[in-house]
T-cell receptor, first 114, second 114 residues
Framework: GNSVTQMEGPVTLSEEAFLTINCTYT??????LFWYVQYPGEGLQLLLK?????DKGSNKGFEATYRKETTSFHLEKGSVQVSDSAVYLC?????????????FGKGTKLTVNP | DTGVSQNPRHKITKRGQNVTFRCDPI?????LYWYRQTLGQGPEFLTY????????KSRLLSDRFSAERPKGSFSTLEIQRTEQGDSAMYLC????????????FGEGSRLTVL
């Protein structure tokens, strides 16, 4: 079945450090890939997405590139801020070839210290 | 507030009792999803509706769990004869007709079974 594997957390960084959170997937066909973010006390919200190979999703300084050859969708940010502290979840879906049902990784908790 | 609304936000109950959670999706969203999230894990899919039709149920959804969306608007998730293993955050999400692949999540309903 479809699955997502994320790097284990938690991750602790200093402000302005470079961030990478690894995500790899197993799926049949051509899934769409997502990063969701969960800030403390808030619901999950979409951070960025990519729907086909070599697409790059970007938002709020975060980027991720859909790499079919390595089945990966690693999240990166060049300079993190304290406000980026949150849980980050990688996910895949069969959409647009199916429903938007998401299969999530376990999540990676990021803490950014001033 | 026009986001996805979930009630109650937190429910504490004794083992063996029944509980019901309600989800009000974003107006005009025709698809509605239920997920369960336990500590340190990503959300796991439970079921989804398109309008009032329940189109898919996970094997995680045992006979004690039932979900309804009678008029294609709000949805309820009922857990009968709760067990301690049911303690989790129950998340609801919705998506619009046509869709972009994005799910819009509520803040969740936390269940604690004593």
């Amino acid at each position: 079945g479809n699955s997502v594997t994320q790097m284990e957390g938690p991750v602790t960084l200093s402000e302005e450090a470079f961030l990478t959170i690894n995500c790899t997937y197993t799926a049949t066909g051509y899934p769409s890939l997502f990063w969701y973010v969960q800030y403390p006390g808030e619901g999950l919200q979409l951070l960025l997405k990519a729907t086909k190979a070599d697409d790059k999703g970007s938002n709020k300084g975060f980027e991720a590139t859909y790499r079919k050859e390595t089945t990966s969708f690693h999240l990166e940010k060049g300079s993190v801020q304290v406000s980026d502290s949150a849980v980050y979840l990688c996910a895949l879906t069969k959409w647009p070839g199916g429903s938007e049902k998401l299969v999530f990784g376990k999540g990676t908790k990021l803490t950014v210290n001033p | 507030d026009t986001g996805v609304s979930q009630n109650p936000r937190h429910k504490i109950t004794k083992r063996g009792q029944n509980v019901t959670f309600r989800c009000d999706p974003i107006s005009e969203h025709n698809r509605l999803y239920w997920y369960r999230q336990t500590l340190g894990q990503g959300p796991e899919f439970l079921t989804y509706f398109q309008n009032e039709a329940q189109l898919e149920k996970s094997r995680l959804l045992s006979d004690r769990f039932s979900a309804e969306r009678p008029k294609g608007s709000f949805s309820t998730l009922e857990i009968q004869r709760t067990e301690q293993g049911d303690s989790a955050m129950y998340l609801c999400a919705s998506s619009p007709r046509g869709g972009t692949g994005e799910l819009f999540f509520g803040e969740g309903s936390r269940l604690t079974v004593l």
